[in-house]
């Protein structure tokens, strides 16, 4: 029982971290709270001028980042800005039975997990400047992250994923995104590559197990 009262605890606490992001953020949390119960209600934030749209997942991460002190936004000549970046609403991930994949922005995935909003919706990784740069992805998990860094010009991705399940999954990713030439996939520990991080190979380290 106390357990859950942390857990519940710190579900508020997130959530009222969003206090920092927005003017309208009461209202947002209780629009939020009835999209978790199924209705069907736009999120429209509310910053200085600017006025956007968000996706739940994305209200959702971003509490969560404001919590830690990881996200400023600010509104400059009517336009949103996101750490620096200017934000765009870009509309949810659509199923697509073509393809039997999530699609947004014509990136595909074959199920849809809480981290593609992180990396994708979220600005996870934007900070990391990865053009022609060979990257090493550690606990890719399905792939997110490694499809980002090769869309923001990374020479390679080495993705390494012990999970066979995540790395099936991985693998399908990497396809369906047309990605075999530039995301190098490898089911194993992380311990034989990150030895190499002491032989002077030029790559980042990043993600995390």
């Known amino acids: 029982m106390p357990l859950r009262i942390n857990e519940a605890l710190a579900k508020v606490r997130r959530a009222l971290a969003s206090r920092y992001l927005f003017d309208n953020w009461f209202s947002l949390l209780i629009r ?18 600017c006025t956007f749209e968000l996706s739940p997942e994305v209200f959702g991460c971003l509490a969560v980042r404001a919590s830690y002190g990881l996200v400023e936004i600010s509104c400059v000549d009517g336009e949103l800005y996101i750490n620096g970046k200017r934000y765009e609403y870009h509309g949810v991930w659509v199923y697509d039975k073509s393809c039997n994949c999530y699609v947004k922005n014509n990136v595909r995935f074959k199920q849809i997990h809480w981290t593609i909003y992180q990396v994708f919706d979220c600005g996870e990784y934007e900070p990391s400047n990865v053009k022609d740069r060979v990257v090493v992805d550690i606990g890719a998990y ?8 090769a ?12 999970h066979p399940g995540a790395f099936a999954e991985m693998l399908d990713n990497i396809r369906l995104n047309n990605m075999e030439s530039v995301i190098i996939p490898v089911n194993n520990s992380t311990n034989r590559i990150t030895r190499t991080k002491n032989v002077g190979v030029g790559f980042d380290l990043v993600g995390g197990m």
């Open 32 to 49: 939020f709270a009835l999209t978790r119960l199924g209705f069907d209600v736009r999120l429209m934030a509310r910053v200085g001028d």
């Open 142 to 149: 399905v792939g997110d992250s490694a499809v980002y860094f």
């Open 151 to 162: 869309l923001r010009g990374a020479r390679r991705v080495v993705a390494v994923e012990p």
